[in-house]
């Protein structure tokens, strides 16, 4: 199936720090979300974004869709220890007519106060 | 506007059992999609149901099966557990069709002994 690779897995920080992550494909996306998952609780929507090119802001976060479709990216900019989680992309794709989501491998973040 | 609810949060079976677990989605939304979390695959699709019919299905064996009723919630069936089941299982709900943010519960821990 379809698969996508999110890089870096982890990142040890120190808070205050930006910090960047993304998630490429080898297919094309319609849609890419960005979520971020605390231990034991499922995950929480940070970002949506629906259109190639499109730059997307949620306070300290940007999101990006890739213009070529099968790519997008997550920035942080000023991390703090709250920050601490793992993030992880989705996309879902152009020939699924439903919300069938896939989903990279996560990214580990880890802020030093 | 009360989340997405999962219950049980928790629950242990015995290999070779069955077992069902919950979803009610966000009050309005009629999409619930599954998901399966594991350290080793990640986070993998089982399936979507949109107005009790099921949309979209992953690459899981039959013993995987969900429904949903006319209020919108939904229902997994795992039958004769294997220890591979083990697993932290993800309920999402979106608003309507394709292309719509989704919304994650909690999530039910299900560990098979």
């Known amino acids: 199936g379809q698969q996508l690779n999110q890089s870096p897995q982890s990142m040890f920080i120190q808070e205050g720090e930006d910090v960047s992550m993304n998630c490429t494909s080898s297919s094309i996306f319609n849609t890419w979300l960005w979520y971020k998952q605390d231990p034991g609780e499922g995950p929480v929507l940070l970002i949506a974004?629906?259109?190639?090119?499109e730059l997307t802001s949620n306070g300290r976060l940007t999101a990006q869709f890739g213009i070529t479709r099968k790519d997008s990216f997550l920035n942080i900019s000023a991390s703090i220890p709250s920050d601490v989680g793992i993030y992880f992309c989705?996309?879902?794709?152009?020939?699924?007519?439903?919300?069938?989501?896939?989903f990279g491998g996560g990214t580990r973040l880890m802020v030093k106060p | 506007k009360a989340g997405v609810t999962q219950t049980p949060r928790y629950l242990i079976k015995t290999r070779g059992q069955q077992v069902t677990l919950s979803c009610s989605p966000i009050?309005?939304?009629?999409?619930v999609s599954w998901y399966q979390q594991t350290p080793g695959q990640g986070l993998q699709f089982l399936f979507e149901?949109?107005?009790?019919?099921?949309?979209n299905k992953g690459n899981f064996p039959g013993r995987f099966s969900g429904r949903q009723f006319s209020n919108s919630r939904s229902e997994m069936n795992v039958s004769t557990l294997e220890l591979g089941d083990s697993a932290l299982y993800l309920c999402?709900?979106?608003?309507?069709?394709?292309?719509?943010?989704?919304?994650f519960g909690q999530g039910t821990r299900l560990t098979v002994v």
């Open positions: 009050s309005g939304h009629r999409s």
């Open positions: 999402a709900s979106s608003a309507q069709g394709a292309t719509t943010e989704a919304f």
């Open positions: 149901y949109f107005s009790e019919t099921q949309r």
């Open positions: 974004l629906y259109k190639a090119g």
């Open positions: 989705a996309g879902q794709s152009l020939n699924n007519a439903g919300n069938m989501l896939t």
